[in-house]
T-cell receptor, first 112, second 113 residues
Framework: QKEVEQNSGPLSVPEGAIASLNCTYSDRGSQSFFWYRQYSGKSPELIMFIYSNGDKEDGRFTAQLNKASQYVSLLIRDSQPSDSATYLCATLLFTSGSRLTFGEGTQLTVNP | ETGVTQTPRHLVMGMTNKKSLKCEQHLGHNAMYWYKQSAKKPLELMFVYSLEERVENNSVPSRFSPECPNSSHLFLHLHTLQPEDSALYLC????????????FGNGTRLTVT
């Protein structure tokens, strides 16, 4: 079983729609959860992090965490073509300190 | 200005060459990392340094040799690489190694011929 699992996509949504990106993780000890966005040919950039169960909103982005189900998601409202990128989910085990574990990423395309 | 600068951006080397990748962070962070990103694979952690001391080495082959002379600079020395080592090598930093989000550099695209 992969430690962090994401659908590789591609996920395609029309402009203005809600894009929903999903991530599951295998280790119940995971404490912190991050979403990175990576444009083609560029490095990953942090867009959201969440530590507690529930929703966390930042502008058009909402991160949702359900530790009981070992599930974290990212919703992008009013999707724009500029949101087209690969989205990487990552988790951090408190006990492992430095070992941030990434999923393979989901490629999102927002069509004008 | 990302705060984490990597050079060179692109590197092509033969299997018998020796080269080095350089990373510099201007964020005042205490932890620095090397990651490898290959197509269709998750980011792979290679090395972690905290205050110039290596704290993690994820079973990386000895043909990759890291060096951290101070908390702002990180190098990855390369020698006798294999074609399968071709990938994007990303440097990152964080305030400390525990529970901190990473700030990535733009990466070095390495091609081994």
């Amino acid at each position: 079983q992969k430690e962090v699992e994401q659908n590789s996509g591609p996920l395609s949504v029309p402009e203005g729609a809600i894009a929903s990106l999903n991530c599951t993780y295998s280790d119940r000890g995971s404490q912190s959860f991050f979403w990175y966005r990576q444009y083609s040919g560029k490095s990953p950039e942090l867009i959201m992090f969440i530590y507690s169960n529930g929703d966390k909103e930042d502008g058009r982005f909402t991160a949702q965490l359900n530790k009981a189900s070992q599930y974290v998601s990212l919703l992008i409202r009013d999707s724009q073509p500029s949101d087209s990128a690969t989205y990487l989910c990552a988790t951090l085990l408190f006990t492992s300190g430095s070992r941030l574990t990434f999923g393979e990423g989901t490629q999102l395309t927002v069509n004008p | 200005e990302t705060g984490v600068t990597q050079t060179p951006r692109h590197l092509v080397m033969g299997m018998t060459n020796k080269k080095s990748l350089k990373c510099e962070q201007h964020l005042g962070h205490n932890a620095m990392y090397w990651y490898k990103q290959s197509a269709k694979k998750p980011l792979e952690l290679m090395f972690v340094y905290s205050l110039e001391e290596r704290v993690e080495n994820n079973s990386v082959p000895s043909r990759f040799s890291p060096e951290c002379p101070n908390s702002s600079h990180l190098f990855l020395h390369l020698h006798t690489l294999q074609p399968e080592d071709s990938a994007l090598y990303l440097c990152a930093s964080s305030p400390d190694v525990y529970n901190s989000p990473l700030h990535f550099g733009n990466g070095t695209r390495l091609t081994v011929t």
